[in-house]
């Protein structure tokens, strides 16, 4: 099986049922005859780019994201604990190990208006091509929270 098509077969897995870990999704793709290292499938989930989102009873499971706009999704916002705007730069603060996913939600939207991203464990830096973006962002993104 070629990666295109491991990677659609874990779309469909993550689309059917709530899967909270890897583990699972390594467990169900064996099931099925696909094997695949834990490297391998980390970054398979990557590249596809998994939020991981929480239930009614705050237990965690991977969900497909939807394409970043100009108007970020609520999947997304849910991420967000604090925004903070500094000129054309936007701080904002997530749970740990979460801000390196909106990272490359962002980056591989292809906005415009957003010149890059800087991701650490828990904080992510959106740098945006001129302050009045920043600021319509910020105001966006506050507006939800």
Known sequence: MNKKERQSRIKELIQTGHISTQE???EQLQSEGITVT???????????GLLK???????LYYSLAA???????????????????AEFMLILHTQLG?????????????MSEVL?????ADTLLVVCKDA??????????????
Do not use: C, H, M, W
């Open 38 to 48: 834990q490297a391998t499938l980390s970054r398979d989930l990557r590249e596809i």
């Open 53 to 59: 989102l929480r239930n009614a009873d705050g237990k």
């Open 98 to 110: 979460e801000a390196d996913v909106l990272a490359n939600l962002i980056d591989d939207a292809g």
């Open 116 to 120: 890059g991203t800087i991701a650490g």
């Open 132 to 145: 009045s973006t920043a600021e319509s962002l910020e105001r966006e993104l506050s507006d939800s929270l």
């Open 67 to 85: 394409p970043v706009t100009s108007q970020f999704n609520p999947a997304i916002r849910s991420y967000i604990l604090t925004v903070s705007r």
């Open 24 to 26: 699972e999704i390594k």
